[in-house]
């Protein structure tokens, strides 16, 4: 990570991490689907600890589930110091990629094969999360969220921005 990445506290800006943690799942899950896929959402991003200007990131993936035609990628990001030194778990996420077809519609994708307790635990995880995205849908609506941007028709340039 570099200076260009960095933002005014000097440490590395959280979307430069994202977009790590974004391509790191995509080719996981490209892996295991062979074909493209798509993020579709990310369920959980915590910054457990900032990463420096200079440090070295360590990016692993894995599929945690597979659904019909999405799946759960986990993904930790470790910082390390670029002249040695302790390596840090500084970033989690979970994120659901969508498999797509070459007409780009959601294609179906293998089972997983599950066979050490480290993958059945992921994939108990991953199972708690489906389900508690189908909860939330439930009750706040389907995945569009109300629009966040003002109304451009009111003049007001302020809206409500779907908050309450
Ligand atoms: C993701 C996308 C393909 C889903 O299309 P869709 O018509 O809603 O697809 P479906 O309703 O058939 O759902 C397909 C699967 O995706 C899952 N899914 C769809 N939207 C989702 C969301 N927002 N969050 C989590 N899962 C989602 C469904 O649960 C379903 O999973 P399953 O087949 O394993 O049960 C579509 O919304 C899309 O193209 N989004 C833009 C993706 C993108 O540009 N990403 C950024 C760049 S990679």
């Not at 939330?136 to 809206?159: C, K, W």
């Amino acid at each position: 990570m570099t200076q260009l990445d960095a933002n005014v506290l000097g440490n590395v800006h959280g979307g430069e991490i994202m977009r790590e943690v974004d391509t790191a799942a995509g080719t996981a899950a490209a892996r295991h689907a062979g074909r493209v896929c798509v993020t579709a959402s990310i369920d959980e991003l915590s910054f457990l600890e900032p990463v420096h200007v200079g440090d070295l990131l360590i990016v692993q993936a894995a599929v945690n589930d597979v659904g019909r035609t999405s799946l759960e990628v986990g993904v930790k990001v470790e910082a390390e110091r670029w002249d040695g030194g302790n390596r840090r778990h500084t970033t989690t996420a979970y994120l659901v990629m969508v498999c797509l077809d070459e007409h780009g519609r959601p294609a179906p994708v293998r089972p997983l094969e599950v066979t050490t307790e480290q993958q059945r635990r992921r994939q108990q995880g991953a199972r708690i999360r489906r389900q508690m995205r189908k909860e939330r849908i439930e009750r706040l609506g389907s995945y569009q969220p109300e629009p966040g941007t003002p109304d451009p028709g009111d003049g007001s340039g302020t809206g409500s921005a779907g908050v309450e």
